[in-house]
C-alpha cells in the first residue's frame, strides 16, 4: 500500500492493487507536533498551526490537523491497513477506502513537491528524518544553541540550495527540519517527537462519523 501526505498532511492519495498482507502489530509508535514556516505561510493561520503526526512501523499512521472554525473543518487520517479514514471532527462526516498496494508501505513525505524540482528530498519522511541525512551523505556540523542546549546539524545540498536537519546533540531526534526553494526557505519545528509504546485506539476507526465508502479505482488494471 501507498499513502503519501505532503506539506499540508490532509492529502491521501492511494494507488490501488492487490490486497497487503496482514502483519503484526508495532511494539512502538512515534508521535511528532510540527509547525510549519516559511513563503505564503501567514503566522497564526491554519497552515502555520502545529499538527500532530503518529507514525507506527509500516502499515499505521494517523495526522490530527488544527480546527478550523472559519471553514468548519478540522481534518483527522487514520491508517490502519488496509483501512484508510479521512474525518472532518466538526461535521462527524468522513470517508473510508480499502487502499490496496502490494508490499509498498506507508509514506509520508516532508517535502510536498507537486513540481518535481526537489527529486533529491522526495523519500525524506517524518519519522525516518535522521536515517534519510545519514543515508544521502549530510555533512555534520555544530549547530545552534536551542533553549540553551547544543545541537547538531546534517546539511544536504539540493538542486534549490540545502537542507538541514537540526538535530538534539548526540541524538537522532530531530529539533528543526528546513529546507530551501527559489521561493525562499520552508521549516518545520519540531515541538515534540517522542518514542511510545503502540497504542492501537489511535488507530482504530473513528467513532460517530458518518462515513462513505471510497471504492477502488480499477481504470488502470489490465483487462
Not at 24 to 45: D, E, F, H, N, W
Not at 92 to 102: N, P, V, Y
Amino acid at each position: 500500500m501507498r499513502i503519501f501526505f505532503g506539506v499540508a498532511l490532509a492529502c491521501c492519495l492511494p494507488f490501488l492493487a492487490q490486497p497487503a498482507a496482514a502483519s503484526a502489530q508495532p511494539a512502538t509508535m512515534t508521535k511528532m507536533v510540527v509547525r510549519l514556516s516559511g513563503p505564503g505561510i501567514k503566522p497564526g493561520s491554519i497552515a502555520a498551526m502545529p499538527k500532530t503526526i503518529y507514525r507506527a512501523g509500516e502499515h499505521y499512521a494517523r495526522i490530527e490537523d488544527p480546527p478550523d472554525a472559519r471553514q468548519g473543518i478540522q481534518k483527522l487520517m487514520v491508517i490502519a491497513e488496509p483501512d484508510a479514514y479521512s474525518v472532518n471532527l466538526i461535521d462527524k462526516k468522513g470517508t473510508h477506502a480499502i487502499d490496496q498496494g502490494g508490499s509498498d508501505d506507508i509514506h509520508l513525505p516532508v517535502v510536498f513537491d507537486p513540481t518535481r524540482k526537489l527529486t533529491e528530498l522526495n523519500r525524506l519522511e517524518f519519522g525516518d528524518e535522521f536515517e534519510f541525512f545519514q543515508s544521502h551523505g549530510a555533512t555534520k556540523e555544530a549547530g545552534p544553541i536551542i533553549n540553551a542546549k547544543p545541537t547538531d546539524a546534517y546539511k544536504l545540498k539540493t538542486s534549490q540550495g540545502t537542507a538541514t536537519l537540526v538535530v538534539r546533540g548526540g541524538t537522532q531526534i530531530p529539533v528543526m527540519l528546513s529546507w530551501q526553494t527559489k521561493d525562499g526557505t520552508y521549516r518545520y519545528e519540531y515541538i515534540t517527537y517522542q518514542e511510545l509504546p503502540f497504542n492501537p485506539a489511535l488507530f482504530a476507526k473513528p467513532k460517530g462519523i458518518v462515513y462513505k465508502d471510497i471504492q477502488p479505482d480499477t481504470t488502470s488494471e489490465p483487462g
